[in-house]
């Protein structure tokens, strides 16, 4: 683990902020876009994030965090100069070597975890389209940076306080013609699901990032199994006949004390 200095913060939207730290650059040769740190927030916990940046000269990284419990909401809210520890990069980011059409979904914080990787797309030459679904005007995060990587981005919210009313998933219904795209997603579970569910009916390959508890982040402690993949070693990116094998996938989580429970139940 590094104890680095908070360099820089900035907002992101009502409730999500974006931390900037300096690694030692000789850890990140190697990193994918959808792989995860672990973050250790002195005298509260430690928790699994997504790397939202990476800046090269000088090397930084920026993690999008969205206060939903005690531990993220005190990492968001605390200041610049603060020291946070970073462990990482670790897990199974996105293949992005494809050749056709590259569709990203993300719903609300997932953002963090898309916008990364479809600038790396872009960067390899890769047509991309941006679908980014949030529940208000207030929650929506990155258009700007949406909108530098491709023109064809639409953001949707579920109150229709900004852009399309309705679910994203409703947006990437009428995006799609059979087989001619590639999807990754990122977001809230029930909202991958669909997306699966959408790309099998069109004949597209997906792949999701699952989120599910974790302790340890090295494959050790196995409370983020799920199906028996643990979710930190095996991904946490999963392609679509990977997640096909996973009946727990839509359907339950484990909680704190590692008790398969539904997903409505389990402690976010």
């Known amino acids: 683990m590094e104890v680095l200095r908070i360099d820089e913060i900035r907002s992101e939207c009502r409730s999500s902020s974006t931390l900037f730290v300096s690694p030692d650059p000789e850890k990140w040769p190697g990193f994918v876009p959808g792989q995860f740190v672990m973050v250790w927030i002195p005298g509260i916990d430690e928790v699994p994030m997504s790397v939202s940046y990476i800046d090269k000269d000088p090397f930084r990284i920026g993690i999008t965090v969205q206060g939903i419990g005690e531990a993220t909401e005190s990492l968001r809210t605390l200041p ?3 020291r946070i520890g970073i462990r990482g990069p670790y897990g199974r980011g996105f293949d992005l070597s494809g050749k056709k059409r590259l569709v990203g979904i993300c719903g609300g914080v997932g953002a963090a975890s898309i916008v990364l990787a479809l600038e790396k797309a872009k960067d390899i030459g ?5 679908l980014s679904g949030f529940r208000s005007k207030e929650l929506v995060m990155f258009e700007d940076r949406f909108g530098r990587i ?3 981005t639409h953001i ?4 229709g306080s900004y852009g399309f009313h309705g679910l994203v998933t409703d947006l990437l219904r009428k995006e799609l013609k059979m087989n ?3 999807l990754i997603a990122c977001g809230p579970e029930m909202m991958m699901k669909v997306v699966l569910d959408i790309g099998s009916e ?12 974790m302790k340890c982040g090295v494959g050790v402690c196995d409370s983020c199994s799920v199906s028996g993949h643990r979710v930190c070693q095996d991904g946490p990116v ?3 006949e990977e997640i096909e094998a996973m009946p727990e996938f839509g359907s339950s989580h484990r909680d704190r004390s590692g008790r398969v429970v539904s997903l409505k139940e389990c402690v976010r």
Do not use: W
């Open 80 to 82: 610049v100069g603060s």
């Open 126 to 130: 890769r047509e991309i389209v941006v």
């Open 150 to 152: 491709t023109p064809d």
């Open 156 to 159: 949707s919210t579920d109150d």
């Open 180 to 182: 001619d795209a590639e």
């Open 202 to 213: 069109f004949g597209v390959h997906s792949q999701c990032s699952l989120e599910r508890y």
């Open 238 to 240: 999963f392609t679509d």
